[in-house]
């Protein structure tokens, strides 16, 4: 069967070819018969013999607009990415049914990536609820988003932080976008936001009171007392989420996950920080249940404040739930809480 799929990618490879670069009119029908035999190899079974096709395709002209649909739709983001990312037959309104569908995870993200794609797409990735597909086409600087958009997204990005680097930077902002921002946005893009030379005068002075009362920090993480008071803002605006959490693990900042948590959980930093020296995996975890988040936060938490590898982090258990039960995980509080270490 190894063999058998090797000769099956090598024709692959071999009909593609023969489909570039046929100018003569008397060519045609070998041109038709190439093409009709990639039709068919694309329902083949192996991955690899429809990703040689779509690689070999992706951004040719005169390709049967059914093959580069069905490239498009195939489950395998190694077969459809190339063909979303290139291919100029793709109409918007095919980009929009393809999110609409979204036959993989990764579909709705290869469309928001694809170079120049219009408002009426950029709605249809906003509205597929996506955080990934969403930051991905604001990482895209030339998509075309409409203002009302961004202002939805801006207003977002309290629970969804990575989303805010990506605003911040956009080439236009619109002034309701920058206000939401000036309000939300994490402390190391404050200074970013404010450079902007097309903010109005009331959001550059909201952000030059908040630069005013923020030291510098460095590398990417805040300083501790910022960091506390930053994550009391956000219990109190009712924005400190878990995907603050996460934000906060993906920018390596643990001084800032540590006062999230502290504050979630409702227990001094120096409880979180107890635990994160022991490097408890039951302790950390018990601090993110008792923190209300789910064990994707525990898995997080555990990896940057107790650097523990896979092999000692505590996994999820049955559903994705905790792995410890309550009677365990209300101990585990009892102890960190205790002045004593053992």
Not at 50 to 72: E, F, G, Q, S, T
Not at 184 to 204: Q, Y
Not at 291 to 308: E, H, N, P, Y
């Amino acid at each position: 069967m190894q063999t058998d799929g090797l000769v099956r990618d090598l024709l692959a490879q071999k009909l593609a070819t023969l489909t570039n670069g046929l100018p003569d009119e008397a060519q045609a029908r070998l041109r038709q018969q190439a093409y009709e035999a990639l039709t068919r190899l694309v329902a083949d079974e192996a991955e690899r013999v429809r990703a040689a096709i779509a690689n070999a395709v992706k951004d040719l002209p005169d390709v049967p607009h059914k093959l580069i649909m069905a490239l498009a739709h195939d489950s395998s983001v190694m077969v459809a990415e190339p063909v979303i990312l290139f291919s100029p037959l793709l109409s918007s309104e095919d980009l929009i049914a393809l999110v609409s569908a979204a036959p993989s995870p990764g579909t709705v993200a290869a469309v928001a990536r694809r170079p120049g794609i219009d408002e009426g797409v950029s709605d249809a990735v906003v509205a597929s609820d996506n955080p990934d597909a969403i930051l991905a086409l604001l990482d895209n600087p030339s998509a075309q988003i409409r203002e009302a958009a961004l202002d939805i997204l801006a207003a977002a990005s309290a629970d969804h932080p990575a989303w805010q680097e990506p605003l911040v930077r956009r080439p236009m902002l619109p002034p309701k976008a920058a206000r939401a921002l000036s309000e939300i946005v994490s402390s190391h893009l404050l200074a970013t936001l404010a450079a902007r030379t097309d903010l109005d005068r009331t959001c550059a002075r909201r952000l030059a009171a908040r630069l005013s009362a923020a030291p510098a920090a460095t590398g990417n993480e805040m300083p501790a007392a910022l960091a506390l008071t930053e994550a009391r803002r956000l219990s109190h605006a009712g924005l400190l989420s878990e995907q603050s959490l996460l934000g906060a693990v993906r920018r390596g900042d643990a001084t800032m996950v540590t006062a999230l948590l502290a504050v979630a959980a409702d227990v001094p930093v120096p409880v979180v920080e107890r635990a994160a020296t022991l490097r408890s995996a039951k302790g950390l975890v018990s601090l993110v249940w008792q923190a209300g988040f789910t064990m994707r936060a525990g898995a997080a938490v555990q990896s940057l404040l107790g650097l523990l590898p896979p092999g000692e982090a505590l996994a999820a258990g049955p559903g994705g739930g905790f792995p410890l039960s309550p009677e365990e995980l209300r101990w585990q509080m009892t102890f960190l809480n205790t002045d004593s270490l053992p």
